[in-house]
């Protein structure tokens, strides 16, 4: 079973960087049954929605295609130790929410019935 946990979120001034990491845990992405981390996030009242996707193996990245994420969001993922990262810059009110990762067993995965696996989320309050 993957286990995923995020950590990194807090409260932050606008205008500010955060920069969340999710653990990915018991190697199963060594073995590559895992091939995609995912960012996802919620704010109070919404829905889920997608932010960013990187393939493990490769790296290659997906995000967004909403304007309040692209250019600010970096996914990355650090194969040696089983991490993934989430950079956001220039941190917006309308961020606030609570982000979560989470593992597919797809190479191309957005949307939210594509991850098998999703950590239990880190909350970000940015304010004005």
């Known amino acids: 079973q993957v286990q995923l946990v995020e950590s990194g979120g807090g409260l932050v001034q606008a205008g500010g960087s955060l920069r969340l990491s999710c653990a990915v845990s018991?190697?199963?992405?060594?073995?590559?049954?895992?091939?995609?981390i995912g960012w996802f996030r919620q704010a109070p009242g919404n829905e889920r929605e997608f932010v960013a996707a990187?393939?493990?193996?490769?790296?290659?990245?997906?995000?967004a295609a909403s304007d309040s994420v692209k250019g600010r969001f970096t996914i990355s993922r650090d194969k040696d130790v089983n991490m993934s990262y989430l950079q956001i810059n220039i941190l917006k009110p309308e961020d606030t929410a609570v982000y979560y990762c989470a593992a597919s067993r797809r190479s191309v995965a957005t949307r939210e019935s594509d991850f098998a696996f999703w950590g239990q989320g880190t909350q970000v309050t940015v304010s004005p």
């Open positions: 018991n190697r199963t992405v060594g073995c590559y049954d895992i091939y995609a």
């Open positions: 990187i393939t493990w193996p490769s790296g290659r990245s997906r995000y």
